[in-house]
């Protein structure tokens, strides 16, 4: 912070340095090509003492510009304000550099009288003072309003971002009591049937319910852990079908630690089982399929089931439920135009969902959020 000071400051001097010498060189080519007599020295002399005491005064200027802002609440006061203001700093300026020159740079100066050299300054500079003035002042108005533009802009977008989080969780928290009431129906139906089975299925969902808690905060997770939350729930599933189900992973070593939105996979898990395994006597396979090409994540799952009637490939299917829609809107969300979530019947029976998604190996989905809480 101390470091910053400094340099901000430093680049303010610099400015008024560099304006300095512009006109130094001004008035040195200007009075040479007219034939006077004059030197470097003089040149720079008058150019610096005139800048560096309107950088002198510029913290007072800028005070009142920031205090008495030319907006639409109170332009009339700030007007009234600045007009005066500008008249008086430009006779300050003038009386300052009468001083300094007086005092201190000897010569034909401090033989002529004080008033006489004030005079002059003031009849050839006043309405230069007056404009000048008036450019700070302009000069810290577009720095407050760019100012003002930037904060609404950094707003605007974490509003934004909290908004996505926000359908995000809600998206989250639809998939959550909707796995919960299925499983809480089938350990029903066990019940009476098989108790073991049952125990152990209730065994099973709290194991799920603790990882789905542990995560319940974070939008995102890694293919590892997604891949635990779909074992878990498989699980749970294998105690229902028992061995009518049957589950195949295929899992690229290099995706093991890709980000990846959490539970995303779990309700196409869930709805390959409802449509692939539930409405069939005969053993039915899910096949789970992860791997990276390139720049992107690939993750797939196919089941043996009747597929579904106009599933084309472009995730509108007809008959889409709410597991396969959130995961659309998930995706849209945290990704934008940078995914894709495809829905194809496979040739001979079976539905394949297919999602793409940029291959990310640390937390930077919501990154943007972290950066701009921080501002």
């Given at each position: 912070?101390?470091q910053?000071?400094?340099?901000?400051?430093?680049?303010?001097?610099?400015?008024?340095?560099?304006?300095?010498?512009?006109?130094a060189?001004?008035?040195?080519?200007?009075?040479?090509?007219?034939?006077?007599q004059?030197?470097?020295?003089?040149?720079?002399?008058?150019?610096?003492?005139?800048?560096?005491?309107?950088a002198?005064?510029?913290?007072?200027?800028?005070?009142?510009?920031?205090?008495?802002?030319?907006?639409?609440?109170?332009?009339?006061?700030?007007?009234?304000?600045?007009?005066?203001?500008?008249?008086?700093?430009?006779?300050?300026?003038?009386?300052?550099?009468?001083?300094?020159?007086?005092?201190d740079?000897?010569?034909?100066?401090?033989?002529?009288?004080?008033?006489?050299?004030?005079s002059?300054?003031?009849?050839?500079?006043?309405?230069?003072?007056?404009?000048?003035?008036?450019?700070?002042?302009?000069?810290?108005?577009?720095?407050?309003?760019?100012?003002?533009?930037?904060?609404?802009?950094?707003?605007?977008?974490l509003?934004?971002?909290?908004?996505?989080?926000?359908?995000?969780?809600?998206?989250?928290?639809?998939?959550?009591?909707h796995?919960?009431?299925?499983?809480?129906?089938?350990?029903?139906?066990?019940?009476?049937?098989?108790?073991?089975?049952?125990?152990?299925?209730i065994?099973?969902?709290?194991?799920?319910?603790?990882?789905?808690?542990?995560?319940?905060?974070?939008?995102?997770?890694?293919?590892?852990?997604?891949?635990?939350?779909?074992?878990?729930?498989?699980?749970?599933?294998?105690?229902?079908?028992?061995?009518?189900?049957?589950v195949?992973?295929?899992?690229?070593?290099?995706?093991?630690?890709?980000?990846?939105?959490s539970?995303?996979?779990?309700?196409?898990?869930?709805?390959?089982?409802?449509?692939?395994?539930?409405?069939?006597?005969?053993?039915?396979?899910?096949?789970?399929?992860?791997?990276?090409?390139?720049?992107?994540?690939?993750?797939?799952?196919?089941?043996?089931?009747?597929?579904?009637?106009?599933?084309?490939?472009?995730?509108?299917?007809?008959?889409?439920?709410l597991?396969?829609?959130?995961?659309?809107?998930?995706?849209?969300?945290?990704?934008?135009?940078?995914?894709?979530?495809?829905?194809?019947?496979?040739?001979?029976?079976?539905?394949?969902?297919?999602?793409?998604?940029?291959?990310?190996?640390?937390?930077r989905?919501?990154?943007?959020?972290?950066?701009?809480?921080?501002?």
């Amino acid at each position: 912070m101390v470091q910053r000071f400094w340099i901000r400051w430093l680049l303010i001097l610099t400015a008024w340095t560099a304006l300095a010498l512009m006109f130094a060189t001004q008035s040195y080519l200007y009075f040479t090509s007219r034939g006077s007599q004059t030197t470097w020295k003089a040149s720079l002399l008058w150019a610096f003492s005139t800048w560096y005491l309107w950088a002198a005064l510029w913290p007072v200027i800028l005070w009142l510009a920031r205090h008495f802002q030319l907006d639409r609440r109170g332009w009339r006061l700030a007007l009234l304000v600045h007009l005066f203001s500008g008249i008086c700093f430009a006779f300050i300026q003038p009386l300052l550099l009468t001083t300094v020159k007086y005092l201190d740079f000897g010569g034909d100066l401090t033989r002529r009288p004080f008033g006489v050299i004030l005079s002059q300054l003031l009849y050839t500079t006043l309405h230069i003072n007056f404009i000048t003035y008036w450019v700070i002042v302009g000069v810290s108005h577009a720095a407050e309003f760019y100012r003002r533009y930037r904060e609404r802009e950094r707003a605007a977008a974490l509003l934004e971002t909290q908004l996505a989080q926000a359908q995000l969780q809600a998206l989250k928290m639809q998939i959550q009591p909707h796995f919960l009431f299925n499983s809480l129906n089938s350990i029903a139906a066990l019940i009476e049937e098989d108790s073991a089975r049952a125990g152990h299925m209730i065994a099973r969902l709290g194991d799920f319910l603790r990882l789905t808690l542990a995560n319940s905060d974070t939008q995102v997770s890694t293919v590892t852990r997604e891949l635990e939350f779909i074992k878990t729930y498989l699980d749970i599933e294998q105690v229902r079908f028992e061995d009518r189900l049957r589950v195949q992973f295929e899992i690229d070593q290099q995706a093991g630690m890709a980000n990846v939105p959490s539970m995303i996979l779990q309700p196409i898990v869930e709805n390959a089982i409802q449509h692939g395994v539930s409405q069939r006597e005969a053993v039915s396979h899910i096949y789970i399929t992860v791997r990276r090409d390139d720049e992107v994540l690939i993750m797939s799952v196919k089941d043996r089931g009747p597929g579904r009637p106009g599933a084309n490939g472009n995730g509108n299917s007809n008959e889409r439920g709410l597991g396969l829609a959130n995961t659309k809107m998930r995706l849209q969300n945290l990704y934008g135009v940078n995914q894709r979530m495809e829905i194809c019947n496979v040739p001979g029976g079976g539905l394949l969902v297919t999602l793409t998604i940029p291959f990310v190996e640390e937390s930077r989905l919501l990154a943007n959020l972290k950066t701009l809480s921080e501002e």
